[in-house]
């Protein structure tokens, strides 16, 4: 390909995921709006709509009338052709969520186990017969799947590998080649990330504070990691090793972690911690542990109050070292975080609130999440997306 041709096509690209993401945040609207909204000229946004229209990424929808000339066509993002499914292995079992290219939920199914003690291979055995069965039902209601993402509570390079995940007790493991092995379809491409970081993309994309430029979720169903959204971009890293605020070592001779050190804050407050406090271990069935923890937190029984205000104390002591370093926002509470925040967020906020050094904690609040179930996988199918955001449009 000569330069020209390269610069052509780099160019193109660009103007079609601007031409996507105005869609994806303005839709419904009209190409005169898109232009205005892009920078764009109207034959170049004219000539994008038209390769969208007839690769059904948008459709054209109701007329609107303005107040001079005739009525403009608006146009929305089209789901009726592709889709992306997005996975997530917790310590709770394993999660599936599929979702069309305008963002409908197709699918979503949750299987407990096989457990924490179950190993990498037998995780994704299970995993790969789930996403077999995601990609069955993707493809029986018409649609293609464009790809697959899967969130692990632990450090993922960028190759995919899980270099460490100290909640699961797993040290390099190839995922992403071992599921794309075990599924057998070189025609989808899959990858994986960071449970915390996917978390905190749905969370920019859909939730109540979508759009926010500086924004944290915090997760801990397995272990303890930060999602960070900086200037509007997800913060990646020299090498993707961020938002591991679950290893900052608050106590130096606290209770062992995962990661072979002590104190760290993963050891003091994430949910396996806080579960082993309150019933000495962790059952065969932690998700109905979570769920007799809250009701047990409801009833203001004062073993399981009292661990959890230790817990959010430590936890506000580790947002303090994010809110000092990026001033956000705010800071999310993920998963079971979410479920329990109205016992959490007392003392997360006084913590906080002490350790930071701005005023009133930098204007950070902490809020719970409204996806405590699905915000990784959510986020997930959104990064299946991201060579279509990124203006390279499917073949035909």
Request: glycine share 12%.
């Amino acid at each position: 390909m000569s330069t020209q041709t390269a610069d052509h096509t780099d160019i193109r690209a660009t103007n079609l995921a601007a031409v996507l993401g105005h869609l994806r945040r303005q839709a419904p609207c009209s190409r005169a709006a898109i232009a205005s909204g892009t920078g764009l000229n109207k034959a170049t946004v004219t000539s994008i709509v038209g390769d969208l229209l007839d690769r059904r990424l948008v459709r054209e929808t109701q007329q609107t009338q303005n107040h001079v000339g005739r009525p403009a066509t608006l146009l929305v993002l089209d789901g009726s052709a592709y889709a992306t499914i997005g996975l997530e292995i917790s310590a709770r079992g394993l999660t599936a969520l599929g979702c069309d290219t305008a963002g409908e939920q197709i699918l979503r199914w949750h299987r407990a186990g096989p457990g924490v003690d179950a190993g990498p291979a037998k995780t994704i055995a299970a995993l790969a017969a789930l996403a077999r069965r995601a990609i069955s039902t993707v493809q029986s209601s018409g649609r293609r799947v464009l790809g697959i993402t899967v969130g692990v509570p632990g450090l993922v390079n960028r190759e995919g590998s899980v270099v460490l995940a100290a909640g699961l007790g797993w040290r390099d493991v190839p995922l992403r080649a071992e599921l794309a092995a075990a599924l057998g379809r070189p025609d989808i491409p899959v990858t994986a990330d960071n449970d915390a970081s996917l978390g905190v993309l749905a969370e920019h994309l859909y939730g109540p504070l979508a759009g926010a430029a500086n924004l944290v979720q915090l997760t801990g169903d397995t272990g303890v990691g930060a999602g960070i959204i900086v200037d509007g971009r997800p913060l990646q890293g020299n090498l993707g090793y961020v938002g591991e605020i679950g290893h900052l070592r608050l106590i130096p001779d606290g209770p062992l972690c995962g990661c072979g050190r002590r104190g760290c804050l993963e050891a003091l407050a994430s949910l396996p911690a806080i579960l082993t406090r309150v019933d000495g271990t962790i059952d065969d069935d932690p998700q109905h542990q979570l769920d007799t923890l809250i009701r047990r937190a409801d009833a203001a029984d004062a073993a399981v109050t009292d661990a959890l205000a230790e817990a959010g104390m430590h936890l506000g002591h580790g947002i303090a070292a994010i809110v000092n370093l990026l001033n956000p926002e705010a800071v999310i509470l993920g998963g079971a975080y979410a479920l329990l925040a109205d016992h959490l967020t007392p003392a997360i906020d006084k913590a906080l609130r002490e350790a930071t050094i701005a005023p009133d904690a930098g204007g950070c609040t902490i809020v719970a999440s409204a996806f405590p179930s699905t915000a990784t996988p959510l986020g997930a199918t959104a990064q299946a997306l991201t060579p279509l955001t990124q203006g390279r449009l499917p073949a035909g």
